[in-house]
């Protein structure tokens, strides 16, 4: 997908970033360039204005990204973001662009929306991944995942199957399974019908993520979909329910005789691997590979 002297876009579609992050964001640069040979061209949009969280408005963010849609230099565009606000701007974005453009969308957590729409309205892949992982406590192997996915399109996720229904290649669609919930009864919505679904969660607990599947349960997502990717649950893990979690999907799992993947290699840790969204995948029963 990408290669030495290529140029990335950069951009904060959600919350804005932090005037104390300049310093992290610069380190970034510098390895984007001096490790990676890329060049960074930033949207007007990245760090929180005023007293406001944003990053400027709902229809200011979406020029921006368009803008970097539009430009012909850009071969992938990252959202170093997250938070909130991603779903403000759906509404003013042109997705025939987007789909003529023909470039990766790739963003976390609250990106999940932007991803999922993407997908929906364009068939355009993209990948759930943190670029500001770059610079993080993972740094090393943060710079060979890069490599391997975004350069020589390799992407491998170790894990182990809870269930034990056969997997059939399909596409992905998902992300943050809070963030996921936005799109429901939207237009931006995926169709569940025979996707493998990923959900992962930085912050609830066990009562929590149960009141979100029972959600995703009601709208249908299970009965339709051929399985399921179950990545980190960050505040529940920490808090010593890993194996709560784990029954929540084995039931539904058992229920509608779903395969089940859980992986601790997506999510929202510092080693947390770039996954895709909107392509197909073949999952086996301990990994996650792309064709």
Not at 57 to 75: F, G, S
Request: charged fraction near 25%; proline fraction near 2%.
């Amino acid at each position: 997908m990408l290669k030495t002297g290529d140029s990335i876009g950069i951009i904060c579609c959600s919350d804005g970033r932090r005037v104390a992050d300049k310093e992290r964001i610069t380190d970034l640069v510098r390895i984007l360039d001096a490790e990676l040979g890329l060049k960074t061209l930033f949207a007007k949009t990245i760090f929180q204005m005023d007293d406001s969280p944003y990053s400027g408005t709902a229809e200011e963010r979406a020029t921006e990204l368009m803008r970097l849609y539009t430009n012909p230099e850009i071969k992938a565009i990252f959202d170093i973001s997250g938070g909130d606000a991603a779903n403000q701007i759906l509404p003013y974005l042109d997705f025939d662009i987007i789909r003529e453009s023909g470039k990766p969308f790739i963003g976390y957590s609250d990106l999940t929306v932007i991803l999922n729409a993407i997908y929906t309205k364009t068939k355009q892949m993209g990948y759930n991944y943190l670029l500001l992982n770059l610079v993080g406590s993972e740094s090393v192997l943060q710079l060979e995942q890069f490599r391997q996915v975004f350069f020589e399109n390799r992407l491998m996720i170790t894990g182990e199957s809870i269930t034990n229904f056969e997997w059939s290649h399909a596409e992905v669609i998902g992300g943050n399974i809070r963030c996921f919930l936005k799109l429901a009864g939207k237009e931006f919505m995926p169709d569940f019908s025979g996707k493998l679904i990923l959900l992962e969660s930085l912050g609830g607990r066990e009562a929590k993520i149960a009141s979100y599947l029972a959600q995703l349960e009601q709208l249908g997502a299970f009965s339709k979909c051929s399985g399921l990717i179950i990545g980190e649950y960050s505040e529940a893990e920490k808090n010593g329910e890993y194996g709560k979690i784990g029954h929540l999907y084995q039931e539904l799992g058992l229920k509608y005789k779903l395969p089940i993947f859980r992986t601790a290699e997506i999510g929202h840790s510092a080693a947390a691997k770039p996954c895709l969204i909107g392509a197909k995948v073949n999952v086996s029963r301990e990994t996650l590979t792309n064709f």
